[in-house]
């Protein structure tokens, strides 16, 4: 795993529709082979910069799920615009944004497995990896989930005061 690849540039742009996104993935697809994760596109709110980045890991599962580059899948992507509120960090059901997972919930559910079981605790290399290309501790990344109404999208978010990296690893579309 290389690293980080940014194609996002300087430009900084809100209300994305779901076209502009398709092709925004469809411009990275190749790269997310050969590198930890792919920066794809950059959210702005409030002055604070969310980075939302791809991961081969997780193009693959989509595909296997048929929802690679789907409505339910670029909209969930486009939720990200809503950004991580630290005043609300578990969604109380019905709301779209980012969302904390942690590991106290019971019984574990398919969400908790899918991001701790299958990738977080088994892919230990790949979060050491990603942890030193964002420039932190691996005990500073969270696992979160980016909602939507039909679909969630899970992975791993560095928080940072002026600016945000979600790097997104897996994917959950149960009711």
């Known amino acids: ?25 469809e411009a990275i697809e190749t790269s997310l082979v050969n590198n930890s994760f792919v920066c794809f596109h950059t959210f702005k709110r409030d002055d604070h910069k969310l980075h939302v980045c791809l991961t081969d890991r997780l193009r693959k599962k989509c595909r296997k799920g048929k929802v690679w580059k789907s409505k339910k899948f670029l909209t969930a992507l486009k939720n990200a615009e809503y950004g ?11 709301r779209d944004g980012i969302f904390l ?7 574990p559910n398919m969400i908790m497995r899918k ?55 897996d994917y959950d579309d149960t009711k």
């Not at 290399?125 to 979160?144: F, G, H, P, R, S």
């Open 84 to 94: 991580f509120d630290k005043t609300n960090l578990r969604s109380k059901g019905g």
């Open 101 to 107: 997972i942690d590991r106290n919930y019971k019984p």
């Open 1 to 25: 795993m290389i690293g980080i690849v940014d194609f996002v540039g300087s430009a900084v742009v809100l209300l994305m529709d779901l076209a502009e996104l398709k092709q925004k993935v």
């Open 115 to 169: 991001i701790f079981n299958q990738f977080i605790d088994k892919e230990i290399k790949y979060m050491n990896n990603m942890a030193e290309n964002l420039k932190t501790d691996i005990k500073e990344l969270l696992a979160v989930r980016l909602v939507s109404h039909h679909m969630r999208l899970l992975g791993i978010l560095k928080l940072g005061q002026i600016e945000s990296w979600l790097v997104l690893a």
